[in-house]
């Protein structure tokens, strides 16, 4: 604890961070404490992955025509299975295991409908002490039966769901009509009174993902003048939604995104592989009337838990669309930008004093290729493009969540 240049962060027995910085600023009632010793290994805020679905654990390059095909013969037969609690119990531990691997250390996640389902992820959340935002699916048509609840039974299950979990420990509930597609107008409306009725609450859906979506958006919705106008209408476009995937937003919903403090969840994985588009930053991020962006996996839709993978791919695609973002600003968006846009930021998203210690350590030299790229980086910048290009799970050495360490790569 005695090198030149290295830093430190201690941690309470209630798991938020006491103090940071230079080891050679330690304070002295700090030191002699037990340590953890990284070398020279970055130490960072853990991940915060902004939009993800747990039922499809099973389902990354499960192929499709495009995203509705998709939906049809993989996701809505696979997410049935989650009516049953022990099934879903047994692979929300896989899932946050997964997660902590690639060091996202919180997430905003959808359920399937079953009020099991978000029952068993949020108790094994809760049970890790980890900061989870979900909230069970609803949708009432197009979809199979065993994936339907309805208007009345959607909502006594979610309001369920909030009083028992929202709250506990580090645990959100989010409002979670999945798309306008599998919801019926009355659904909707449901899904809006409940988030009026529940201010502290958030929303998650899905806006604006591929043509063939909008398409059909426009035939259930002809009165409507565009997709985002139908959230509009039920009260569900505010400060507390997050729509993943944004991708073909017209100018006027962009405006009126901006204008109620609405999120776009990035997805770019999944918006590859499914073909539905890229998103654009530079379009989004209009200084006159800029819509707050977020990062995520979008698994299974997405092709990987690794949120550096995720920016990556992010930067691909912006630099295809007009706009060559930095690592430092991506890396920002996956910690403090999303904690700021699932409104935990009081609590993580930067290793600040009083935030909680959820602490991804990355091995900048992983890997063969890593480490021989590594020997060219001059800056911090550098370093983080290259990790952010070439790494994955490898290079994440250590996961801790609160406090506590719950992965490490040498004894996984």
């Given at each position: 604890m005695t090198h030149e240049g290295k830093g430190g962060v201690v941690i309470g027995d209630d798991g938020t961070i006491l103090w940071n910085g230079p080891l050679t600023l330690l304070p002295r009632n700090f030191q002699g404490l037990a340590t953890d010793d990284y070398g020279d290994n970055i130490v960072m805020a853990g991940f915060i992955d902004a939009h993800i679905h747990f039922p499809q654990l099973r389902m990354l390059a499960?192929?499709?025509k495009d995203l509705l095909d998709w939906l049809t013969r993989f996701t809505f037969p696979e997410e049935a299975r989650y009516s049953d609690f022990d099934y879903a119990k047994a692979n929300a531990k896989t899932f946050l295991q997964s997660l902590f691997a690639n060091g996202t250390t919180a997430a905003m996640a959808f359920c399937s409908v079953h009020k099991a389902c978000a029952d068993a992820l949020f108790g094994e959340a809760q049970s890790?002490?980890?900061a989870l935002v979900t909230g069970k699916t609803m949708m009432d048509r197009n979809a199979l039966p065993e994936?339907?609840?309805?208007?009345?039974?959607?909502?006594?299950?979610?309001?369920?769901?909030?009083?028992?979990?929202h709250g506990k420990g580090r645990l959100r509930y989010?409002?979670?009509?999945?798309?306008?597609?599998?919801s019926t107008e009355a659904q909707l409306k449901v899904s809006g009174e409940l988030l009026k009725?529940?201010?502290d609450a958030l929303m998650q859906t899905h806006l604006s993902e591929s043509p063939g979506e909008i398409a059909w958006i426009k035939s259930l919705f002809p009165n409507d003048r565009d997709y985002t106008a139908v959230y509009e209408r039920f009260g569900l476009v505010n400060d507390h939604g997050v729509f993943a995937h944004g991708v073909h937003l017209s100018e006027s919903e962009c405006q009126r995104l901006h204008e109620a403090g609405a999120t776009i969840a990035h997805c770019p994985t999944s918006n590859n592989f499914l073909g539905s588009g890229l998103m654009s930053m530079k379009h989004l991020g209009k200084s006159e009337r800029p819509v707050s962006v977020a990062l995520a996996t979008d698994v299974g839709g997405g092709t990987t838990y690794s949120m550096l993978a995720t920016l990556g791919e992010a930067y691909k695609v912006q630099m295809l669309t007009g706009y060559k973002p930095t690592a430092l600003e991506l890396f920002w968006i996956a910690t403090r930008g999303n904690a700021e846009r699932l409104r935990l930021d009081h609590e993580i998203g930067a290793l600040e004093t009083g935030k909680y210690a959820d602490?991804?350590?990355?091995?900048?030299r992983a890997t063969p290729v890593l480490a021989a790229r590594q020997e060219l980086s001059q800056s911090?910048?550098?370093?983080?493009?290259?990790?952010?290009?070439?790494?994955?799970?490898?290079?994440?050495?250590?996961?801790y969540v609160a406090g506590e360490k719950v992965h490490d790569r040498l004894s996984a």
């Amino acid at each position: 604890m005695t090198h030149e240049g290295k830093g430190g962060v201690v941690i309470g027995d209630d798991g938020t961070i006491l103090w940071n910085g230079p080891l050679t600023l330690l304070p002295r009632n700090f030191q002699g404490l037990a340590t953890d010793d990284y070398g020279d290994n970055i130490v960072m805020a853990g991940f915060i992955d902004a939009h993800i679905h747990f039922p499809q654990l099973r389902m990354l390059a499960a192929p499709g025509k495009d995203l509705l095909d998709w939906l049809t013969r993989f996701t809505f037969p696979e997410e049935a299975r989650y009516s049953d609690f022990d099934y879903a119990k047994a692979n929300a531990k896989t899932f946050l295991q997964s997660l902590f691997a690639n060091g996202t250390t919180a997430a905003m996640a959808f359920c399937s409908v079953h009020k099991a389902c978000a029952d068993a992820l949020f108790g094994e959340a809760q049970s890790r002490g980890m900061a989870l935002v979900t909230g069970k699916t609803m949708m009432d048509r197009n979809a199979l039966p065993e994936v339907h609840d309805d208007a009345t039974t959607g909502a006594k299950d979610s309001e369920a769901l909030y009083q028992t979990w929202h709250g506990k420990g580090r645990l959100r509930y989010a409002i979670s009509p999945r798309f306008a597609i599998t919801s019926t107008e009355a659904q909707l409306k449901v899904s809006g009174e409940l988030l009026k009725s529940y201010p502290d609450a958030l929303m998650q859906t899905h806006l604006s993902e591929s043509p063939g979506e909008i398409a059909w958006i426009k035939s259930l919705f002809p009165n409507d003048r565009d997709y985002t106008a139908v959230y509009e209408r039920f009260g569900l476009v505010n400060d507390h939604g997050v729509f993943a995937h944004g991708v073909h937003l017209s100018e006027s919903e962009c405006q009126r995104l901006h204008e109620a403090g609405a999120t776009i969840a990035h997805c770019p994985t999944s918006n590859n592989f499914l073909g539905s588009g890229l998103m654009s930053m530079k379009h989004l991020g209009k200084s006159e009337r800029p819509v707050s962006v977020a990062l995520a996996t979008d698994v299974g839709g997405g092709t990987t838990y690794s949120m550096l993978a995720t920016l990556g791919e992010a930067y691909k695609v912006q630099m295809l669309t007009g706009y060559k973002p930095t690592a430092l600003e991506l890396f920002w968006i996956a910690t403090r930008g999303n904690a700021e846009r699932l409104r935990l930021d009081h609590e993580i998203g930067a290793l600040e004093t009083g935030k909680y210690a959820d602490i991804v350590v990355l091995d900048q030299r992983a890997t063969p290729v890593l480490a021989a790229r590594q020997e060219l980086s001059q800056s911090l910048e550098d370093m983080l493009f290259a990790l952010m290009i070439l790494g994955d799970d490898r290079a994440i050495r250590a996961t801790y969540v609160a406090g506590e360490k719950v992965h490490d790569r040498l004894s996984a």
